[in-house]
């Protein structure tokens, strides 16, 4: 019976720069006279603009969303009502057998109100100033700018003042909710709305921003990677190694093989490594899988090493191949995902690994030699592109632009920014080496039993 061995490796990943932000930009390249004057409207500037959970939704301790609504006046306005929402949701949709199913659930929803002339000021909702007051201070160095004052016996006033007037906010987010996904039948978002009422007869001032959530695997796990050696039919052991559990789309997984043989002439002639992507969607108590193949790497050729020279070609135990390759994860611009499990959506990656093996001859037999295909496959969890080392850290305040390392824009930003040989080098490690296919997608029923995960030998 074969067995899995935990394996370290003191391989690092190459980590990429910081992402490159608006306010790095705009400091860089020359901007065309900028005019003072205000325009009536609804800003948003959180203080981690993509929130990250450290491991599973069982183990995460969550985080806090923070930062600052800020209402821009161009002239003296009364304000009835100032709120915002906080609102995640998912939902599935599909068709089968010419009928539409789907499904939407609220995951969490919360709301501020910062000023309301309608309702007396201890009201659970409204905010306490000199709390906001304290927040400001300790989130910005932008102040309150508002004529608005507390009054015990009834509320706000709502006479403002032009210019900008900031209402600080946080919010406590459990690590256990799920991940923001954007699927082909499916979606989990999170959104910030807030509205801003004036008189009766003025629209009311609206802004929507979507909070992208993302998880990753704690470092400690991570640093684990993956490591298995296994022996087969008597006829050869093998051993695969990975340093991490976890890589981000647009890297690259450094892979080791080796195959020992315990027969005499048994030859490794190639192998092929795929990465699977299965997506499920549930709707309706209804569940439905998609099957696609997001990246694929050949090997021609597999290295041959010998433990002694003078020993002769093939002996048992004297014989054995070894090979060390980069398999480069396609960017999140293509169509694949990052693996995630929330509750109307999974999403699970597996490295399929192929050996093609000839078999010797048999003396008795003519034309005897039989070629075979060892099949391997290994679950491995793929992250977002921005869960890099340098994103996850927290950015100054002012940062809140940030741009996909995937994004086109970011390429070009990192040339103004970090220079031309900086550049050429960050478009390098997420274009080279991949050759992207065109994607077959497969549909299976979700009742179907799950392909089996054990290894075996098939004649080609």
Not at 326 to 343: A, E, M, Q, W
Not at 425 to 451: D, I, S
């Amino acid at each position: 019976m074969s067995h899995s061995t935990a394996s370290s490796s003191t391989e690092t990943i190459p980590q990429i720069v910081s992402p490159i932000t608006a306010h790095q930009l705009n400091n860089a390249i020359p901007q065309k006279l900028k005019f003072n004057k205000i325009r009536t409207c609804l800003e948003l500037k959180l203080v981690e603009p993509v929130i990250f959970f450290r491991g599973k939704p069982e183990e995460a301790v969550g985080c806090v969303l923070r930062g600052d609504l800020i209402l821009n006046l161009a002239k003296d306005t009364n304000i009835r009502k100032l709120e915002m929402k906080f609102v995640g949701k998912t939902k599935t949709h599909w068709r089968e057998d010419k009928k539409s199913i789907s499904e939407e659930r609220e995951i969490i929803s919360h709301t501020w109100e910062f000023i309301n002339s309608s309702k007396k000021s201890n009201h659970n909702n409204t905010i306490n100033p000199f709390r906001i007051k304290s927040l400001t201070n300790k989130f910005s160095n932008s102040s309150l700018n508002s004529s608005s004052t507390y009054n015990s016996s009834s509320s706000y006033k709502t006479s403002l003042s032009s210019g900008s007037h900031t209402y600080p906010f946080e919010l406590f987010l459990p690590g256990s909710l799920p991940e923001s996904a954007n699927t082909e039948l499916g979606t989990v978002t999170y959104s910030l709305k807030a509205k801003a009422y004036r008189s009766r007869l003025s629209p009311k001032i609206r802004l929507s921003q979507e909070v992208e959530i993302l998880r990753t695997l704690p470092d400690h796990i991570n640093s684990q990677g993956i490591g298995f050696s296994r022996e087969f039919d008597n006829l050869l052991s093998y051993e695969i190694n990975i340093p991490k559990k976890a890589y981000p789309l647009g890297q690259k997984i450094p892979i080791d093989m080796k195959i020992s043989p315990y027969i005499k002439k048994l030859k490794v002639t190639g192998v092929r490594i795929q990465v699977i992507e299965k997506t499920t969607y549930t709707s309706c108590g209804q569940k439905v899988t998609d099957s696609r193949e997001v990246a694929r790497q050949n090997l021609e050729t597999f290295g041959k090493n010998r433990l002694m020279d003078d020993e002769e070609d093939g002996d048992i135990g004297n014989v054995f191949y070894q090979q060390a390759m980069d398999l480069t994860l396609p960017k999140c611009l293509r169509p694949v995902h990052y693996s995630c499990t929330t509750p109307l959506i999974s999403v699970a990656h597996d490295l399929k690994f192929s050996f093609l093996i000839s078999l010797p001859r048999d003396p008795n037999v003519q034309n005897s030699i039989k070629h075979a295909e060892l099949k391997i496959s290994v679950p491995i969890t793929i992250l977002s592109c921005k869960a890099i080392e340098d994103y996850v850290t927290l950015p100054s305040y002012e940062d809140d632009s940030f741009y996909c390392p995937c994004h086109p824009e970011y390429l070009r930003m990192a040339r103004l920014v970090l220079g031309e040989s900086e550049g050429n080098r960050l478009e390098t490690c997420y274009n080279g080496g991949y050759n992207h296919h065109k994607l077959n997608v497969q549909r299976y029923n979700y009742n179907r039993a799950p392909p089996s995960y054990e290894d075996s030998v098939v004649e080609i």
